[in-house]
């Protein structure tokens, strides 16, 4: 039975309060509403990892190695982008950096 990575992120035991599960939600479902063609690729891949950790396809490790690897190319493009986009493309690298990385990986 696989899982959905919402479901994942919403059983995990948070006793802690750390991870703002709503927020991680919000910022991975909004990357597919945002009008840049780059952010939603980069929200597709967040969500399709997200699953595949949900699912015990990839590890920990893993997930993270491609954190860093959509954070990092989502600041270097955001160089690039509109100021619009740009902010867009921040918010994004950030939500990974503080909800992803140093918070989610803690509870896993």
Do not use: C, H, P
Request: hydrophobic share 40%; aromatic share 4%.
């Amino acid at each position: 039975m696989t899982i959905s990575w919402e479901e994942f992120i919403t059983n995990l035991k948070d006793e802690a309060g750390a991870l703002a599960k709503a927020e991680l939600i919000d910022l991975v479902t909004g990357t597919r509403k945002d009008s840049n063609e780059f952010l939603k690729r980069q929200g597709r891949k967040l969500e399709r990892y997200l699953k595949q950790l949900a699912n015990g396809q990839i590890t920990k490790e893993q997930l993270e190695g491609y954190m860093r690897d959509i954070k990092t190319l989502t600041e270097t493009q955001a160089l690039k982008m509109s100021v619009a986009a740009k902010a867009r493309a921040q918010k994004l690298a950030q939500g990974i950096g503080e909800l992803v990385l140093n918070k989610l990986l803690r509870l896993i």
